[in-house]
């Protein structure tokens, strides 16, 4: 195995990522405007922004999902028992004794056992909690007939605060392991250029040498 710089993160990769960081900022700051906790906007310009940047992402985790099966990267985030254990001992006991981090990424598996897991309970229960109670809180007077005493609405705006706050957590915990280790910058430099260090096999480097040339950095770039 060779450690070499490789394009592992397209140009739709840094674009979804980035779009997707923005919106759930955007998302958070109109959300919490509209329950009230600050008043840094008119309430009527919250939720309007708010449902708007909502559609926007919806659209684009559509056309995201959509993406991931097409070409396979879906496997990314497929977890695995391996090193998992590790892994956690790393980050709740290590990382605090300047151990190593255990995992090395490779070219097909570039997320660590903990990050796959965490990435998956993300895409498929907590995004999908915060659409469907979007959705259905948008679509009330459609409904509404059915909900006479409003519970319906109170049970659908929780679950939707609910999944954002779970949603905000996750980003509070994950904005803080990218100050472990490298450094932030080290850590955040390769979703702007697409470039990030992994084990290569001489097959894995020969491979990309002769047919994809552009993903390989020269050594010492």
Do not use: C
């Amino acid at each position: 195995m060779a450690e070499r710089q490789v394009k592992v993160y397209t140009r739709f990769n840094r674009l979804w990522h980035w779009s997707q960081a923005l919106s759930i900022f955007l998302l958070l700051f109109t959300g919490l405007r509209i329950l009230g906790v600050h008043q840094l906007m008119p309430y009527g310009l919250a939720v309007i922004a708010h449902t708007a940047v909502a559609v926007a992402l919806l659209l684009l985790w559509a056309f995201a999902t959509f993406w991931l099966f097409t070409t396979g990267a879906w496997r990314q985030f497929m977890p695995s028992s391996v090193g998992l254990w590790q892994v956690l001992r790393f980050y709740a006991w290590g990382v605090f004794h300047g151990e190593a981090h255990p995992y090395r990424k490779l070219l097909r598996r570039r997320h660590n056992p903990l990050q796959a897991l965490s990435y998956l309970a993300l895409k498929t229960m907590l995004f999908p909690a915060i659409w469907i109670s979007g959705l259905v809180y948008l679509s009330y007077t459609f409904w509404d007939h059915l909900d006479p005493t409003g519970r319906g609405l109170w049970v659908v705006a929780n679950i939707h605060i609910l999944a954002a706050f779970a949603i905000a957590s996750f980003v509070v915990i994950h904005v803080y392991l990218l100050t472990i280790g490298h450094g932030f910058r080290d850590h955040v430099r390769p979703m702007i250029t697409g470039f990030e260090t992994v084990d290569l096999t001489p097959e894995q480097e020969a491979y990309l040498a002769a047919d994809e040339p552009g993903r390989l950095r020269a050594k010492g770039a």
